[in-house]
């Protein structure tokens, strides 16, 4: 038995799982024993899947849109364009169905146990077979998962180069690009530590290295975003971290890449993914306003915006609706990971986002938010374990897409019929009032006020009309 290296399953991570070897991989079987690296593969991966189109409603086909009509206007603007979908490369092609209990359960038929650079090369050109079938226009990657890492700084640069090469010409075919990049900060022993936050200032250039690179590829390849996750930018301990420091440097990390940015006139949006924990006790990005409060305080408010993740607000105890609003009212809400958690499980499952409900909501903070663009709507999100069909995939990407769709009808629907913004209208409608205008535009001081509270003498107060709320949403659904 060929021995292949050190297999690492990452879990539990909104980057996946991964398939890294210590080793040089084997030569794969098929491409006749040859180590050149070259790419061979000219057949079709997702054969006997055709295109996914809108059938509508009742169509009973798993292959087929039943809310999402990409052309479609609501409020004025097209579907495609309210979402503007993408394909996590991660969870799709580099996705093992790996949980901590198990081993791999997903062996996908362009896959040969390899991380080479033809592997590379394979994963790539499925990719876009399949966000074609699909009918996506965007994807998402981190650098080292689509391709292989190296022995050096050179080589892994090497090796992205001539994969994104491949990525480029076959993105000339279509109008797909990244909606963003990123770097893989997490993995390598090198970032246990953390990378911008790093004890060690080798891993701190290092990793500054590393990003300069993803964003020179993001920009290459005409993507709109670069995304910034710090997965180990934390702590576990405060008894031997100084906190201060670490987000000084990780202040200086950013401010070293919005120049650097502005250097090769790369005019990509840079965002932020909040998350509480996992893998560190505590990450300095807990939330969405945990993170505009850095932002701020470090002078990078105008530079960055949010990369809300569905399932990263329920583990810092929050619903997606109100990170995206917390996003939103800050002027920081720049794009969305759609996931969602289980609330029985206590780690980030990156589940696809099925719930018409919580879709309809974070629509709503969408359509006042004016859309996503230059965002979109991110699926980071994977295959449970126990699905292993390539045919999985599709389906659960068509779900995912069929639920947003459906929850851009029922909020549009909501806000043209205008029942439930009246509720709300009305429970403030005192504010509307002359002493409500004036403390609005901070008019009325405590003595104004306090004048106004003895002449009024105890107020009746409304009530909120709770119940009423929810049963016009509700009936949306």
């Not at 929050?318 to 720049?334: D, F, K, W």
């Not at 104004?448 to 009530?463: I, R």
Request: aromatic share 12%; net charge negative; glycine share 10%.
């Amino acid at each position: 038995m060929k021995k292949v290296g050190l297999l690492l399953i990452l879990l539990g991570l909104s980057a996946a799982s991964f398939l890294v070897f210590a080793e040089a991989p084997t030569c794969p079987a098929d491409l006749g024993g040859k180590c050149d690296d070259s790419d061979d593969w000219k057949g079709e991966f997702f054969a006997g899947i055709p295109k996914i189109k809108y059938e509508g409603p009742s169509s009973k086909n798993p292959l087929a849109f039943k809310w999402y009509n990409a052309e479609e206007e609501i409020l004025g603007k097209k579907m495609k364009d309210w979402f503007r979908f993408s394909v996590a490369f991660w969870h799709t092609f580099r996705g093992t169905g790996g949980d901590p209990f198990g081993a791999p359960t997903k062996f996908w038929p362009w896959e040969d146990g390899t991380n080479s650079l033809a592997m590379a090369k394979r994963r790539m050109r499925a990719n876009f077979e399949f966000l074609k079938k699909l009918g996506v226009e965007w994807w998402c990657f981190h650098d080292r998962d689509i391709a292989p890492d190296g022995q050096t700084l050179e080589e892994a640069n090497k090796n992205l180069d001539e994969v994104v090469e491949l990525a480029e010409e076959l993105q000339k075919e279509s109008k797909i690009r990244p909606l963003w990049g990123t770097a893989q900060l997490f993995l390598h022993p090198r970032y246990m530590h953390g990378a911008a936050t790093s004890s060690e200032v080798g891993v701190y250039a290092y990793a500054a290295a590393q990003v300069k690179k993803a964003i020179e590829v993001t920009h290459y390849l005409g993507g709109e975003n670069y995304v910034f996750w710090g997965g180990r930018e934390g702590y576990q301990s405060l008894l031997n971290t100084d906190m201060g420091r670490e987000l000084d440097h990780l202040a200086r990390f950013f401010e070293a890449a919005v120049a650097y940015k502005k250097k090769i006139g790369f005019n990509g949006t840079f965002l932020i993914e909040p998350k509480p924990q996992e893998p560190t006790k505590h990450q300095y990005d807990w939330d969405a306003a945990t993170s505009a409060n850095f932002l701020r305080k470090y002078g990078l408010i105008g530079e960055f915006k949010l990369n809300i993740e569905c399932n990263h607000a329920t583990l810092s105890g929050h619903t997606c609706h109100h990170e995206l609003e917390t996003a939103r009212l800050n002027g920081l809400l720049g794009n969305i990971d759609a996931n969602s958690g289980d609330a029985q499980t206590g780690w980030d499952t990156d589940q696809f986002l099925t719930d018409v409900a919580e879709a309809t909501m974070i629509m709503f903070s969408v359509i006042k938010n004016g859309g996503l663009a230059p965002g979109g709507f991110n699926f980071d999100a994977k295959l449970r374990r126990e699905s292993t069909d390539v045919e999985d995939l599709f389906i659960a990407h068509i779900s995912g897409m069929d639920t947003m769709a459906r929850g851009l009808r029922n909020a549009a629907k909501l806000i043209e019929e205008g029942t439930l913004g009246e509720v709300v209208s009305k429970r403030y409608s005192s504010w509307d009032s002359e002493l409500g205008k004036q403390i609005e535009e901070g008019k009325a001081d405590f003595e104004y006020l306090e004048k106004k509270a003895k002449e009024w003498g105890e107020m009746k107060v409304a009530s909120a009309k709770q119940e009423l709320a929810e049963m016009i949403f509700q009936s949306a659904l």
